[in-house]
């Protein structure tokens, strides 16, 4: 990778984590475990952040919103979604 691709990619990101600076608190939290975390169900969303499933369902909404993560199907269990940040 070029030197500027590498700052490409890290435009990209900042753009990212800027749209995410405008989300609630809880929205902000669950795009860190996912950065951390990478992939995870909103019931493990749910128990590394400590939040309420509610809550959490709000934030991974507003986080789709916002562009920055992507959800798909579960192979192991269709009726879970998978999310996973793309920032």
Do not use: C, N
């Not at 990778?1 to 984590?17: C, F, K, N, P």
């Not at 590394?48 to 809550?55: A, D, I």
Request: charged fraction near 30%.
């Amino acid at each position: 990778m070029s030197a500027s691709e590498s700052t490409a990619a890290d435009d990209t990101a900042l753009e990212g984590w800027e749209a995410v600076a405008e989300l609630p608190p809880s929205a902000k939290l669950v795009a860190k475990v996912l950065e951390y975390e990478e992939t995870l169900s909103q019931t493990e969303i749910a128990e590394e952040t400590m939040l309420p499933p509610r809550t959490v369902r709000y934030a991974l909404s507003r986080l789709e919103e916002a562009d920055v993560i992507h959800s798909r199907f579960s192979f192991s269990d269709a009726r879970k979604r998978l999310y996973t940040l793309t920032i």
